[in-house]
Structures are given as structure tokens and as C-alpha cells.
């Protein structure tokens, strides 16, 4: 019989600390997929948030460094602006990447910055127990909006990776999902493309938003935050190609 | 051997930090330190493999800086006070991660946004970890251009030899001062490449992190660094003891407040008093068993500071009331004269004999 599924070389075979139905790990397996597919474990260097995802180090087999929450765009810069010839990655979510460390991602953004984000996008502070995040939605309940978010007063869910397309900086920016075979398809080409992009240039940020399910701090199953990103939180932040001009500078 | 070439501390500080090797140089604009991040902006670029980044803010800088040092660049950014502050949070990270660079604060009057004059306010900040965690950074504090250009390079190599970020303490005088100086030839770099991240290349995976959720393994990380600490707090004392042999009265300064004390002690001498002076050179670790070792023949210190009196509490400390201290301070960014501090010591001196 032949294998046609098994775990990707540069995952470890480590059991995920993520609760039951929780995105990131899915999102991790597609990210050594990809490493693995592209054969560039050897000088790839990932940078990990604060937040769920702060012991990602444990699961890619990789070189990996730790940023200060929100930091992770200007580590990254240093990295690869000293080390231009490797793979350079941040992995942030939305309280890092839109939040406290919203300077560093524009302006990484800005100054094209050669390196990929992958942003999770689950709409909530995980880690620290399901406060607002960013990009929580208008009327979404959280641990500091008990009533729903409410313009208002907490302001309105940020569209990222709308805002970061209006800058000549980024070159591929696309927002993906993980609810779905469908969509970790999807995510899994969005993801090669951005590496591929960055290993055949020299400049230009990419950054592939993932929405993910946060079962727990959404207080539901995970079949029904599956659901619920597809009919609810999708309304907000529509899949698709956000912004791509890798065709333009013959990325592919 | 360099010639002799008259600069502005500024200017000195980038010109030996690329000469030490420095590749990385991340700053944002703040008076009055910006002619150093001008000159790497000019000539890093101009160096080969040289990095500049003009950064969107001082936490951005110092973040870029850890990047760079963790993929095995010599680094450095520059500052001052208020955008010291910003640091701390990098520097806190730096020091966990035991990853080497220089930070150079040209301190300025504050407290808050303060003023641009020169003032030795951040004492307290530099030499006592500075940001969260139970840390130390070395402390550099030159007071004259030449010492600068040699102290700049020397932070490069302490950085190195134990992984810890390094802070030059400066102030704005020293910063625009003009002196002539002979640059060094430094020795080369030595530095594991086992600490650096590249890939893993043909080895094993490597990570560099300062979250220790289990506390007794992160306790074990607070010993370990506090190890390195007392490790340089025995080898890496620096001062300069000036006039102390038939000294009666001690002053003890540092830096630029360090050069007025001298420009004192020549009038109080001419005087007849009999003044020495202990200049700290690193201000952590302190010259504590220098000073205690001078108090076993005089009984009289004055603490002179640009400040309200920070290293005072560290020479307290040092001679456990062993002798009579004294202190004056000018805070705020006021540069005292020689004549005035000449004129306060001579003073305490005849309150003291009566
Ligand atoms: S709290 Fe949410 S984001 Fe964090 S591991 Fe659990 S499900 Fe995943």
C-alpha cells in the first residue's frame, strides 16, 4: 500500500499544546507542508508572537527566534536584512499584528520588507482568555466588550490586510481560511506562493491573513465555529486575493 | 595606526563602531544624538555589507537590533534619554535572550520630554537593569572623545564575550564636543557561531527565546545570567583615580561632570586643598572595592553629579558608612562651572573641619 499522508519533515513530532478544533495547528502542518515542498528547511528562519502561538518553536523544525509582542515585523527585518539569502517568516495574530505592533507591520510593510507574514486572524486575544481583539467584530461578545463590540465606543473591526494593500511596498497580500478542506487547500497555495515570491526577490512584503477558528474563546464546538467564520465572520473579511503584483514583477 | 583626526563625539561613536566591525545600525531621530544616526546613514551604506535603518520608532529600532544580533551581526542603535525609555523593552529582551549589542544613550535633561541639554539624569535607568526582570547591561561612561572612540569599541567586544547588550552613557556635551582622536585598530572578532540563527542548515534546529513558563527552569535562567554578572562585576571594573595619593577630600564623578571635577580640583589644589578624584568608568559594575579601598585613607567623598543624585546611592552602598559623604547636584540639563563646584567644596571642606 502507499502512504499518501503523513507528518511533514519539519513539523517535530510534538503533541499540540492548541485546544481541540483550534486553527493553529492546522495552519502550522501547512506551513511545514510548504517548507517541506520547497525544500527549505535548512535556511528557514521563523519568528514566533506572544500569544496562543508563543511555543510554535516547539513544533517547527526550523530555526527560530522569540519577538516581544508586536515586535515580530522589526525582528524579522533585522534578520533578513543581515541574512538576505534565507527564508524569513513571522507568524502574528491579530492583537499583535493590528494592535500593539501595528508601526512595525505598516512601516515592514512600507519599506518592503522581503519576509512573509502569516497572520492568524481569529477576531480575539486567545492566550490571555478572549478579550477584544482588533478585528473582533461589531456586536461580537469578548471578555471586555460583554455587550458586543460596539462602535462606538471599542471602535470597528480592523481589515488589515486591505489597509497594508494600499502600500507600494506589499506585493502579494491574500486572505485565506482554515474552516474547510476547501480552504486549507487554499491557504496551503496562498502560503507557497508568498515563500516562493520571497526566495525569487529581493523586496516586497507578502502576507497571507488566516482566519482561524478559536473554538474556546468563541464558546463554541468547533464544528460550529467552522460554521460560524463561514457565515459570519467571512461577511467581514471576504476571501480572496486582497492585493497581487507578483505577476507584474514575473514572480511565477 | 589611524591619524590623528579632530570629530564630534557623535561622529566618533559611528566612525568606531564600523571600524569595531559594527554591520547594523538601526536609530530614529532624536536631539542630541542625530548626528550619530546622519553619519551611519551615510557611511554604513558606503561600507560594505553595511546596514542602516532609519526606524519608525525607537521600539522598532531596538527590535530590528535583536534580529540583526541573533543573525550574528554586530549591532547598535543610539539614543536618548526619552527614547532610552522606549528601549527598555528590547533591552529587557536582549539581555534574556543573551544576544550581544550596543545601545548609546546622549542623555538629556528630563525628566519626561525634558530638554536638550546635557544631563546625567539616566544614571538609575542604565545601571539598574533599566527595563522589566532581574537583569543587568555593562555601562560604559567615557568623558573624553578619545576615551569614547575607545570605549565604543571595547562595548563591541565586551557584547560579545558575554552575550549581553552593552550601554554607552553619554551625554549631550560629549555627543557635540570637538576633540582630536587616533582611532584603534581593534583585534578581531570573536564571537561562537554556534549562537547564531542562519537556518539549520545540515544541523539540528535551533531556537532562541526568552519565555521560561516553568518557573523553577526560569529561576535557573535568572542564576545563570546573575552568574555573568558577578563573573563581570569581578573582571570588568574600570576607573580612573586622579590625584588621590595625598588626596584629603574624594570627589567622585563620572563623565562629563567627571571634567568639570578636574577643571575643581586644579583651583582647589591651587588653593591649598587636597582633592582627588574617582572617576567610574564603568558605572556597572561599579568600582565599589576601589572606593572602599581609598577610604581606608580618607574619611572625606563628595558625589558630584549632573542629577539630583543617583550614583550617590551607589558609592553609599560601596563604603557601608565607612566614610562622610557628601553630594552636589545640578539637575535638569545645567552644566555647572569648575569655579562654582571648586567654590561648594571648599566650602563643605571648612564646614567639615569646624
Ligand atoms: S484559545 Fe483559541 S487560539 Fe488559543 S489555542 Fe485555544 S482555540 Fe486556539
Redesign the interface.
Known sequence: MKKVYSRPKSLKPTKFHYCPGCGHSTVHRLICEVIDELSIADRTIGVCPAGCAVIAYNYFDVDMIEAAHGRGCAVATGIKRVLPDRVIFTYQGDGDLAAIGTAETLHAANRGENFTIIFINNAVYGMTGGQMAPTTLTGQFSTTTPFGRSEKLDGYPIRVSELLAQLPGTVYIERCAVNSPLNINRTKKALKKAFLYQMDNDFGLTMIEILSQCPTNWKMSPPDACRWMEEVMMKEYPLGIIKDVTAIKGAE | MHKKVLMSGNHVIGEAAILAGC??Y?GYPITPQNELAEYMAEHMRKTPGG?F?Q???E???I???????????R?MTSSSSPGISLKQ??IS?LAC?ELPAVIVNIMRGGPGLGNIAPSQGDYFQATKGGGHGDYRTPVLAPAHIQELADLTMDAFDLADRYRTPVVILADGMMGQMMEPVIFKTPPPRQYDESYV??????GK???????ILDAIRMEEHNWKLYRKYQVMAQKEVRYEAHLIEDAEIVIVAYGTAARIAKGAIKRLREEGYAVGLLRPITLWPFPEKELREIAKKVNSFIVFEMSTGQMLEDVKLALEGRAHIDFYGRPGGVIPTPAELAKVIAYKARRNER
Open positions: 554591520r547594523f538601526a546596514i535603518i526606524a519608525e520608532s521600539i522598532a529600532a527590535n530590528m537590533v535583536l534580529g540583526a544580533a541573533a543573525a550574528g551581526a549591532a523593552e528590547g529582551f535572550d540563527l542562519k537556518g539549520k542548515e545540515m534546529s535551533r531556537f532562541i527565546r526568552g519565555l
